[in-house]
């Protein structure tokens, strides 16, 4: 398996050739052989937004979910909400990616009110891309926090016990390996009903290592921050040249 988007092309396709209709968290009840296409937004919202483009042009929509609290980018920019706003006219979903180590919890953490502090951030997001947020899932979670089986009303959580029973099979390219062969899985009908999770920072044009993905993004937040310094400061070639960070 390849991490490139004519893979991922390919992949769509031949799911859609065995008849698997894609939903997603609300709509797959009244479904056969469906799945539920998910995309964790860890780094880069553009690289999210080359993603839904092709499933665009697939004629398939999926979840993207956004941080509301992280380094990598900021939902309240301009340009990031411009891209959001992308996804969503491309006809994706966008729902909320919940990192609780942002918070100082407790050593128990089932005493940590997740409940509040999840509605507090989608109501935030909501604000943000003007319609309701749906659908949540948490960064990173451990077993601790999957055994509480966090629910909060009208916010469908991604990670649900129900989404990983033994009726939905769960596949995932975490840390940049498919821990089963979801080409196989798919090809083969081996499962009707999926929940598959791509990230899309990881898949370029052309096949690249893990680490050069990875290199790509911290360059790519460099040059984020020298365009944001050169909007900000006039005449910022007198301080800097832009050949060193573009």
């Known amino acids: 398996m ?15 050739n065995k008849g698997y209709l894609f939903c997603d968290y609300s709509n797959y009840k009244q479904l056969d052989k469906f799945i539920i296409l998910r995309h964790d937004i860890d780094f880069s919202i553009k690289k999210a ?10 004629g398939i929509s999926s979840t993207y979910f956004i941080l509301m ?31 609780d180590t942002v918070y100082c919890l407790e050593k128990d953490r089932r005493k940590f ?8 951030e989608a109501d935030i997001l909501s604000d943000i891309i003007g319609q309701q947020v749906k659908f949540m899932s948490m960064h990173r979670p451990d077993k601790i926090t999957l055994d509480m089986n966090i629910s909060v009303d009208g916010i469908i959580n991604a ?12 596949v995932s390219d975490s840390r940049r390996q498919w821990r089963e062969d979801v080409d196989e899985i798919v090809t083969n009908e081996k499962f009707n009903k999926l929940q598959v999770l791509v990230h899309p920072f990881w898949y ?15 360059d790519t937040s460099k040059k984020d921050r020298f365009i944001a310094v050169k909007d900000n400061i006039t005449r910022v070639e007198e301080f800097l040249n832009e050949k060193d960070y573009i």
Not at 49 to 58: F, R
Not at 75 to 98: A, C, D, Q, T, W
Not at 113 to 120: F, L, P, T
Not at 204 to 218: G, H, Q, R, V
């Open 2 to 16: 390849e991490f490139t988007y004519k893979w991922y092309e390919q992949l769509i396709k031949s799911a859609k």
């Open 49 to 58: 937004v080359e993603m839904a483009k092709i499933e665009k042009e697939l």
């Open 69 to 99: 609290f992280t380094n990598f980018y900021n939902i309240g920019g301009k340009e990031e909400r411009y891209l959001i706003n992308e996804i969503i006219s491309l006809g994706h979903n966008v729902g909320l990616h919940f990192d």
């Open 113 to 120: 009110n997740y409940k509040k502090a999840i509605k507090q």
């Open 159 to 170: 990670y649900d016990s129900i989404f990983f029973d033994d009726k939905i099979k769960y």
């Open 204 to 218: 370029y044009k052309n096949e690249i290592s893990a680490s050069d993905a990875l290199k790509s993004i911290i």
